[in-house]
Structures are given as structure tokens and as C-alpha cells.
């Protein structure tokens, strides 16, 4: 008993030493998050944030403002690389509805606002800032099978509401195929005000049920170059050698054709703003970024994509 006593004693006494000599473990230091160790990493700036690690703006909207607004994101990109600027088009209205669901910073448009539109973001406490970032002719185009050079108003909105369904009439031959941007286009609502209704004279006016209604302007030019007897509309900078440009008649009877410097002078008679909203509280992001799409390099690049300059 006593030579097992002693055994005893002497394991305790060594776990005791064993114990003793092993070192505390080091204090965890704990960060304001909860995450274990440093300072809590910044977080990069959502949709119209202020200029941190990253910042992205959202644009939405005209298609026709599509190929230049992604070519200032490209351009602005390059002198602000923290600032990513995306772009997506879908027409004038989309852009308009993304604004109202919050879901855009900025609403891309080539038609104004309308009323309707405008008290639906009111009644949101979304106050909008309108800006005029450009302008643009609207080019109506054909095949170029056809031997037509230009059209008149009053003849291109009777082909238009289907009154004139062949083209014997205008010097043509074959029947008219009617190729329109869709109605959330606002180059289709200008359109339609402008030429189907002659500056908004006859409300009742409307595209005839026949109409080919396509969502881009690359889709009416390629569907024109393609179809015999073909006629559509499309922005001055989506031009190519693919499909004929027809002169627009003035109230002279002279064929205006669709230039910058037509559009510039106001000779031409389809011709338009091109328009950015924002909201008037708008992140200073936002407003940075409008400020030199106004100035000397993001008016550079309106005219480089063969639209015409506000200034």
C-alpha cells in the first residue's frame, strides 16, 4: 500500500511540472465586426455610391443613346478607373421604369419625359434633373433596290398608317413593308408624333396594324438591307452603306438629307434632343460623370459617334 501511495504521489507531481511549464495562449483580438483580427474592409460602393475603392453607376435606357453611352463608359473608364459605368438599353420607357423602381442612376432617352411618367416618380419623392447631352437626325431608310430618293412628311406618315400599301404611287414598284422600332422606343414615340401624326396635327393617326416592330436600330437596318420593298427609321449614327437614305422633303419642296450639319442648323426636319435624367439628389458620382459628358471629352465622343454635339 505505501509503495503504491508513493506512485501516486509522484504522476501528480509530474502532470503538476507538465502544466506549469506549458505557455498561456495569446488573447484573440476581436474587430468591431466580429471577424477575428484588423479593421473591418470597406465594402465597394453600390449603384450611384460616392467615389470609394469602387464605384458603379447604372445607366438604362435609349437605344439609340446606346452606342454612345458606351462609349463615354469606355472613355471615362480610362481617366476615373474606380468608376465603373454600365450601360444597358431596352428604349426610352425602360429607362424611365428602371428610374422609378430604383434601379438606375441614370435614365438614357430620346424623347422627353412624359407627364404621366414624370408624376409616377413624384409620387415616389423622385424629383428628376432633365440634361440635353446631344442630338440626333432621324434617318429614314430603304432597300436599296429601290429607286425612290426622297419623301415628303405627308407621304412617309399615309405609308406609315398603311394608306399607301405599294409603292407605284411614289415611283416604287412592289408592296411596302413597314419596319418600326417597338413602343417603348422613344425614337418610335418621336416618330410617331413628328412624322406619322405630322408634328402632332391628326392625334388619331397611329402605325398601321402591319407594322414590323423590331427593338433596335442595327435590327430595322439589317431587316431593310435584307427585305425588297423595305422601309424604316433609324438614328444618324447606325448609318452604312447597307440600306439607302432617303432626302426628306422641306416645305420648299427641297430634299434635305439627314446630317449632323442638317441637324445642327435645323434644316433637317426629323431631328431631336438626346436627354439624360437624373435625380436631383443624385450621389456626387453621378454628377461627376454628367459634368464631363457635357464637357470637351464627352462631347468629343458624341461627335466621333456621329451625332451632333450640344455645343
Known amino acids: 500500500m505505501r509503495r503504491m501511495l508513493l506512485l501516486v504521489c509522484a504522476a501528480a507531481l509530474s502532470a503538476a511540472v507538465f502544466v506549469a511549464g506549458c505557455p498561456k495562449p495569446a488573447p484573440v483580438d476581436v474587430a468591431p465586426s466580429g471577424e477575428m483580427g484588423g479593421a473591418v474592409p470597406e465594402e465597394p460602393t453600390a449603384t450611384g455610391g460616392g467615389a470609394t475603392a469602387s464605384t458603379t453607376i447604372q445607366a438604362k435606357g435609349s437605344d439609340t443613346l446606346l452606342q454612345v453611352a458606351q462609349a463615354w463608359a469606355e472613355e471615362y473608364k480610362k481617366a476615373h478607373p474606380d468608376v465603373d459605368v454600365s450601360v444597358t438599353g431596352g428604349g426610352s420607357g425602360t429607362g424611365f421604369k428602371a428610374m422609378l423602381d430604383g434601379t438606375t442612376d441614370i435614365a438614357n432617352a430620346s424623347r422627353a419625359i412624359k407627364d404621366e411618367e414624370k408624376q409616377a416618380c413624384e409620387d415616389k419623392g423622385i424629383i428628376l434633373e432633365e440634361m440635353i447631352v446631344g442630338y440626333d437626325g432621324i434617318a429614314v431608310v430603304v432597300n436599296k433596290s429601290n429607286p425612290?430618293?426622297?419623301?415628303?412628311?405627308?407621304?412617309?406618315?399615309?405609308?406609315?398608317?398603311?394608306?399607301?400599301?405599294?409603292?407605284?404611287?411614289?415611283?416604287?414598284?412592289?408592296?411596302?413593308?413597314?419596319?418600326?422600332?417597338?413602343?417603348?422606343?422613344?425614337?418610335?414615340?418621336?416618330?410617331?408624333?413628328?412624322?406619322?401624326?405630322?408634328?402632332?396635327?391628326?392625334?388619331?393617326?397611329?402605325?398601321?396594324?402591319?407594322?414590323?416592330?423590331?427593338?433596335?436600330?442595327?435590327?430595322?437596318?439589317?431587316?431593310?438591307?435584307?427585305?425588297?420593298?423595305?422601309?424604316?427609321?433609324?438614328?444618324?449614327?447606325?448609318?452604312?452603306?447597307?440600306?439607302?437614305?432617303?432626302?426628306?422633303?422641306?416645305?420648299?419642296?427641297?430634299?434635305?438629307?439627314?446630317?449632323?450639319?442638317?441637324?445642327?442648323?435645323?434644316?433637317?426636319?426629323?431631328?431631336?434632343?438626346?436627354?439624360?435624367?437624373?435625380?436631383?439628389?443624385?450621389?456626387?458620382?453621378?454628377?461627376?460623370?454628367?459634368?464631363?459628358?457635357?464637357?470637351?471629352?464627352?462631347?468629343?465622343?458624341?461627335?466621333?459617334?456621329?451625332?451632333?454635339?450640344?455645343?
Open 148 to 311: 425612290l430618293a426622297a419623301i415628303s412628311i405627308d407621304d412617309l406618315s399615309d405609308l406609315y398608317v398603311g394608306n399607301t400599301r405599294d409603292w407605284s404611287p411614289l415611283g416604287g414598284k412592289g408592296e411596302v413593308v413597314l419596319v418600326s422600332r417597338d413602343s417603348t422606343s422613344g425614337t418610335y414615340e418621336y416618330f410617331k408624333e413628328h412624322v406619322v401624326q405630322k408634328n402632332g396635327k391628326d392625334k388619331d393617326r397611329d402605325y398601321a396594324a402591319s407594322a414590323l416592330k423590331v427593338p433596335s436600330n442595327e435590327q430595322i437596318r439589317e431587316q431593310v438591307a435584307k427585305t425588297a420593298g423595305a422601309i424604316g427609321y433609324i438614328g444618324l449614327g447606325y448609318l452604312d452603306d447597307s440600306v439607302k437614305v432617303l432626302g426628306i422633303l422641306n416645305d420648299q419642296g427641297e430634299s434635305v438629307q439627314p446630317s449632323v450639319e442638317g441637324v445642327k442648323d435645323g434644316s433637317y426636319p426629323i431631328s431631336r434632343p438626346l436627354l439624360c435624367y437624373i435625380k436631383t439628389d443624385a450621389p456626387q458620382a453621378v454628377k461627376d460623370y454628367l459634368d464631363w459628358v457635357l464637357g470637351a471629352e464627352g462631347q468629343a465622343v458624341v461627335a466621333r459617334e456621329d451625332f451632333v454635339p450640344v455645343k
